[in-house]
């Protein structure tokens, strides 16, 4: 899909050359039309996807070629983080993605609102500040989830952890949570860095942008820095929950293993005696007696009961 910044109406003639050119899973048609209208070369999805420096981060001639990773993934190709390109010059920007960003349509919705008669370096800018609030919502909001998972764990007197019965379903549960989490704060990491490394170059590498662009992209990279600092504050708590869910789960089989250890040791005195009477010799003297079958229970009995109470005593159990 192209969409063309201004917009062209149906049957007219464009009245200038677009400033912003938007590749969405671009057909080979839409790149060469791109390419040959406005001498430009427009990045494939695979050189998109290289991590090297010097691939994501170039030059040629006055354009920059700029791409970097988003912090979604798709099944269609591998479960790979899917890119995003920019290629900027004084006169145009074309981006090329391959899935929906909650930053553009955003970006598009307020240039028309506001007829906005702007260069390619200020929609470059108001794309990337856009980005920037995106991922500082969706910091806040795993922000939000984190806490809601650390009450769930830890319990408060509004409230309590849940009966034992339920306790460890609970505790998978929580740690599926902050798994899911911790993903989906890795991937929001590679893209802020992607931004950062994007918006450093730009700012040194494109001398022909305006003083305002350069204020901008200068906020965007202070932004940017407080947010990788935030995300890594989350990162660390939400290893931190999942050591105490660990910790938790831990515990429980712990528990689980403690009674089955105090049920074996308290098992084993009255199978001995069990045994022993069992043994069917004549000459066992037990046997002759009227009240033997009692006296076998009661010292059955006695020989499960005085391990419990040391187990007590001790607070084993």
């Known amino acids: 899909m192209l969409y063309v910044y201004p917009p062209v109406p ?14 969405q899973a671009p057909t080979p048609d839409e790149e060469a039309l791109v390419e040959s209208e406005h001498g430009l070369r427009i990045p494939t999805h ?6 090297e420096t010097s691939s994501r981060l170039r ?35 074309v ?37 920037v609030d995106f991922a500082a919502d969706r910091l806040e909001q795993i922000s939000a989830d984190l806490a809601a ?19 460890n379903g609970a505790m998978h549960h929580n740690l599926i949570s902050v798994g899911q989490t911790g993903e989906h704060l890795s991937r929001i990491r590679e893209s802020l860095l992607g931004l950062m490394r994007i918006v450093s170059f730009a700012a040194q590498t494109a001398a022909w ?5 350069q ?40 528990d689980i293993f403690k009674v089955l250890t105090i049920v074996s040791v308290v098992g084993v005195p009255p199978t001995l005696i069990a045994s022993i009477y069992g043994m069917n010799f004549r000459n066992i ?5 009227k009240y033997g079958y009692q006296w076998g229970l009661g010292v059955i009995a006695l020989s499960i009961i005085l391990p419990i109470l040391w187990f007590k005593w001790r607070k084993w159990w």
């Open 149 to 167: 998972v650390s009450q769930r764990v830890f319990g408060s007197p509004a409230q309590p952890l849940p009966e034992r019965q339920r306790f």
């Open 10 to 23: 149906s049957g007219a003639q464009p009245p200038q050359r677009p400033i912003w050119i938007d590749l």
């Open 46 to 51: 695979a050189q998109l996807q290289e991590i």
């Open 95 to 131: 981006t090329v993605r391959y899935c929906d960003i909650h930053a553009f349509p955003d970006v598009q919705a307020t240039l028309l609102r506001e007829h906005s008669d702007c260069t390619s370096a200020a929609v470059f800018s108001r794309l990337l500040e856009a980005m």
């Open 59 to 93: 030059v040629e001639g006055q354009t920059l070629m700029m791409s970097m990773p988003l912090g979604v993934q798709d099944y269609r190709f591998a479960n790979r983080p899917l890119p995003l390109g920019f290629v900027l010059t004084k006169d145009i920007l």
């Open 209 to 213: 942008l305006p003083s305002d662009i």
């Open 285 to 289: 003297p037990e046997y002759g007696w």
């Open 215 to 254: 204020a901008r992209l200068k906020t965007v990279r202070h932004d940017l820095e407080s947010l990788s600092d935030y995300e890594s504050h989350l990162s660390g708590k939400t290893q931190f929950l999942q050591d105490a869910i660990l910790g938790f789960i831990n515990t429980q089989q712990n």
